[in-house]
């Protein structure tokens, strides 16, 4: 007998073997045993979560003879020909998604089922069909024969239209959680006599995104690929993941500050022949799980669902603000996107990882708030008399810094608590903080909106260099460098769709273009912006 891929071996073959699905199967189950059969049912949700599968296990359950508590009996003469039975058709709509397609559906369905109570179709990937072959499907849905039943199946029901949708008795099927996909590559794999690590198994459910398809398609290639059983290394080399003991490496690099040992890293991602962005997207997740910890502490746990490193995790993140991990996930997550569309990738993969390390080199909103976050920790800390010398600062407030703050933030000394920043001046510039903090806000909902909607003007766009709210007007300031690219955006045609994507946020905004004159640019000394930041009456800088 020729070999049959692990999905089709183990699909589920009755209501009681599925995974993930609780909140559908019980609602099915319950309509067979009352007969209560609706005409027309459309499943939906992401790849590899049991659409078919339902589908093809509820069709056998209502042409059973004699079903039990909502499930098929398996011993009558219907589920015995179940496989094999004339009066459940699959269509593939994707291939099968024109007009005569439909029609000569229609037409077959006028008869009667040949054995069995209903004549079940189920169409795959329904989205595919054409328009007109969706009005030819809409009169058979209204008004149905009492012996069709019409299951839909797709991945993308925004796509299916909304007479359709109407006449359909809708189910979303969930993402199956990790640990349900875990539980039943196990059972599987029990089963098989393989020979398996937990830890290979929980990265094969992590790698499968919610698809248990997907996780048994993986484990079937492990099974070809590893001949003495399944193991983490080798689940992680043939998928291309980093091994997380890399990772805790390349964590460990970018706490310190230390951008040539994160680009070796990615240099020996390179030699080794692995995807970089892949290697990227493993380096974000892991800045996920401890911005999760940090942000949840203990309870973080049921979150992320990795008991095996979770005490690992958590004491790597005490070397992290909040402030630090969220710029981080946010300049990875763009290097990424950006990456996919240039050639060659890797110096965009680069650069990102160097500003990881220099946040004193960026005036982004977010590194801003990192290094604030930085100054209001340090700020918590005693500060070194002026008059102390070289000396004695440097055993009395080596360690006075947290683990996550910087070399430049820790050259400039705040103020003590006897000497407070004054009232008015603290108000006045918490409230620009505030202002800056709004505009910056709505500039990456804008942004976000012209990506989807406006590429080649969000091309231009993003090129700004700062956002300022005076009033109903968002200002965009540009630097020297793209001044050409400013003139272009005066054209109507640009500034209107940049005013219609931000009439989506709020209606009465207006947009303005400034050229940003590079003598005005805010300095790049950390020393200069604590100053900007706090006055110069409070900050005072030490010799070292």
């Not at 499943?43 to 296990?57: D, E, L, P, Q, Y």
């Not at 490193?309 to 710029?327: D, Q, V, Y």
């Not at 990881?356 to 930085?374: G, H, N, Q, T």
């Not at 946020?505 to 900007?532: C, G, M, N, R, S």
Request: proline letters at 5%; a negative charge; aromatic letters at 6%.
């Amino acid at each position: 007998m020729a070999y049959q891929a692990l999905y089709r071996r183990f699909r589920p073959r009755a209501f009681s073997e599925m995974a993930g699905q609780e909140h559908i199967i019980p609602v099915l189950k319950n309509q067979v045993a009352l007969g209560r059969i609706s005409h027309a049912y459309l499943f939906c949700g992401t790849r590899g979560t049991g659409k078919t599968s339902a589908a093809k296990i509820f069709a056998r359950a209502i042409n059973c003879q004699a079903p039990i508590n909502g499930e098929a009996c398996g011993q009558c003469a219907a589920c015995e020909s179940a496989e094999d039975d004339v009066d459940v058709v699959e269509i593939d709509a994707a291939s099968n998604n024109g007009v005569d397609h439909i029609r000569d559906l229609r037409e077959k369905a006028r008869f009667t089922p040949l054995h069995s109570k209903y004549k079940v179709y189920i169409i795959d990937e329904a989205h595919m069909l054409s328009t007109g072959a969706f009005n030819a499907l809409l009169k058979t849905l209204e008004e149905p024969p009492p012996h069709i039943v019409f299951i839909l199946a797709t991945t993308e029901p925004q796509k299916i239209p909304l007479t359709i949708l109407s006449r359909c008795q809708r189910f979303d099927f969930h993402r199956i959680s990790e640990s349900d996909i875990a539980e039943r590559l196990r059972l599987v794999l029990d089963e098989t006599g393989v020979v398996y690590e937990n830890e290979a198994i929980s990265a094969i459910a992590r790698a499968a995104d919610g698809g248990l398809r997907d996780a048994l398609s993986v484990a079937d290639q492990c099974l070809s690929f590893l001949s003495g059983g399944i193991t983490l290394s080798g689940v992680l080399d043939m998928l291309g993941s980093m091994d997380p003991g890399f990772l805790s490496g390349a964590v460990d690099a970018f706490s310190n500050g230390d951008a040539a040992r994160l680009l070796a890293a990615l240099d020996d991602v390179s030699k080794q022949g692995r995807d970089l962005l892949l290697f990227i997207r493993d380096f974000i997740m892991r800045m996920r799980s401890l911005l999760i910890i940090c942000t949840c502490g203990d309870s973080a746990r049921a979150i992320l669902g990795e008991p095996e490193s979770f005490a690992e995790l958590a004491e790597s993140a005490k070397r992290f603000s909040p402030e630090k991990l969220l710029r981080s996930i946010s300049l990875l997550q763009r290097a990424e996107a950006d990456a996919k569309w240039l050639a060659p990738g890797r110096p965009v993969l680069e650069c990102a990882l160097i500003r990881l390390c220099r946040p004193e080199d960026e005036m982004s909103l977010l590194a801003l708030e990192e290094r604030v976050a930085a100054l209001e920790a340090q700020s918590s800390k005693p500060v070194v008399p002026a008059d102390y010398n070289s000396d004695e600062r440097q055993t009395s407030g080596a360690n006075d810094s947290p683990p996550w703050a910087t070399e430049a933030v820790a050259s400039t000394a705040l103020p003590s608590a006897t000497t407070p920043l004054p009232k008015a001046k603290t108000e006045a510039k918490i409230e620009t903080a505030k202002a800056a903090s709004n505009a910056n806000d709505i500039f990456e909902k804008l942004l976000d909106l012209l990506k989807k909607n406006a590429i080649n003007v969000f091309m231009f766009v993003r090129n700004a260099s700062g956002a300022r709210l005076i009033g109903d007007t968002l200002t965009l300031e540009f630097p020297e460098q793209f001044h050409s690219r400013v003139d272009s955006l005066n054209i109507e045609k640009n500034r209107g769709a940049v005013l219609t994507q931000l009439a989506k946020l709020d209606p009465a905004l207006k947009i303005a273009f400034k050229k940003l004159d590079d003598t005005l640019a805010p300095p790049a000394d950390l020393f200069a912006q604590a100053v900007e930041l706090f006055g110069a009456d409070v900050v005072r800088k030490i010799d070292s």
